[in-house]
């Protein structure tokens, strides 16, 4: 982004038609926008690309504002769960994901936090194994194969990007004759909407595309993740299964594991999870051909917004006739909505029989395949994860 910024400012030209607001635009970091032109008052800005990938603080779409105000409304419905003695929670060692985690903790627990709960950070390192919150850094042919590992989403990426950019930039060109625009250009273009919104509450390069134009960059970045790390890649499952298998095994043992469990990571990091649990599962791969499916369950915007999260929820439930004992089902929620899991919804809510559940997670475990040898680890390394226990 950062380099498109300075393209447009050093072409000297002066744009018209969609563009034309560029001429007296800056770019939305602290370390553009604040620049003066006056001599006497010029200083030294920080660098912007220090402030990417890092969580925002400002503006009313802040990232820290956002988990604060997740973690105020978890506790609203989970207050009942806080237990008296602290709780852990788990981070993966990103200055994001733990800024998030604190942030989301201060609205859960309150301030302060540490009086209420521990943070234990999870290193992104390979050594870890399937003893990790961030598999994609410990399987080590994911990492490896660049033609359907890591790189797999980027590469399809490059295949069905220029069908529909070639498009907008014969549209820009045509306002403005004289410049030139690349595919990545116009792609940092449209990602610069949303930053930008989530900075400054709005942006004007959000009217620079039509709503054609905005399912086509949607629908791109469905297909980033569905094969980097989602259902579309042969990786995703071993890896979403660790973290599956270890909440399924919490699930069991219930109440006596602990009320509360929580995890952050990044968004790359909970695609695998669903490949594993089947959620969102498409009947067809997502095509590159051009062709964007309207009807499609795996959409970004929805399951990947900024602060995704995933809940399962034991629910202990008593039968009408109150005389039978209780009975224990799981429901999953995805970013405040209820999901009912495709094979196993005859519960309350959409919910699933625990029994029921901890069998599906074991036949979703045989088609996942063993975590290390899908990864190419040795006998010796982690085989599960431990560490989620309070």
Request: proline share 5%; net charge negative; aromatic share 12%.
């Amino acid at each position: 982004m950062l380099a498109t910024f300075d393209s447009l400012k050093q072409s000297g030209l002066v744009y018209k038609g969609d563009l034309a607001f560029v001429n007296g635009w800056n770019f939305f970091s602290s370390g553009k926008s604040t620049a003066s032109t006056d001599s006497i008052h010029l200083k030294t800005l920080p660098d912007p690309s220090t402030e990417f990938e890092q969580l925002t603080t400002t503006g009313p779409y802040a990232g820290s504002l956002q988990a604060f105000t997740a973690g105020l409304k978890l506790r609203t419905r989970y207050r009942h769960l806080i237990p008296k003695n602290k709780t852990k929670f788990w981070a993966s060692d990103s200055k994001r994901v733990i800024e998030s985690g604190k942030y989301f903790a201060a609205g859960f627990f309150g301030l302060p936090w540490e009086d209420h709960s521990t943070l234990d950070v999870i290193p992104e390192t390979p050594e870890l194994g399937g003893d990790t919150l961030t598999p994609g850094d410990t399987c080590l042919k994911y990492a490896l194969d660049t033609e359907e590992g890591h790189d797999y989403g980027n590469n399809v990426l490059m295949k069905f990007r220029p069908i529909y950019i070639q498009y907008i930039r014969q549209r820009l060109m045509i306002q403005n004759p004289s410049s030139e625009f690349t595919d990545t250009e116009i792609w940092s273009m449209q990602e610069m909407c949303g930053f930008e919104t989530i900075i400054r509450g709005s942006s004007n390069w959000c009217d620079v595309f039509t709503r054609k134009e905005w399912e086509a960059f949607e629908y791109a970045r469905d297909l980033v993740h569905y094969y980097r790390g989602g259902p579309g890649n042969k990786y995703g499952k071993a890896m979403g299964w660790l973290w599956l298998n270890a909440t399924r095994n919490l699930l069991l043992k219930g109440p006596t594991a602990g009320p509360l469990f929580f995890s952050f990571v990044h968004d790359g990091d909970i695609a695998p999870m669903l490949a594993a649990l089947g959620l969102f599962q498409q009947e067809d791969h997502l095509s590159v051909d051009g062709h964007i499916p309207q009807g499609r369950k795996w959409k970004t915007s929805e399951i990947f917004p900024m602060g995704a999260r995933i809940i399962f929820e034991r629910l202990s439930c008593k039968a009408e006739d109150k005389k039978s004992e209780s009975q224990d089902f799981v429901r999953i929620n995805v970013n405040d909505g209820i999901v009912a899991m495709p094979t196993c919804h005859n519960g309350p809510g959409g919910s699933c029989p625990l029994g029921e559940f901890s069998k599906f997670v074991d036949a979703r475990g045989v088609v996942a395949q063993d975590f290390r040898q899908i990864c190419g680890l040795g006998p010796d390394a982690a085989a599960k994860i431990t560490f989620l226990h309070q």
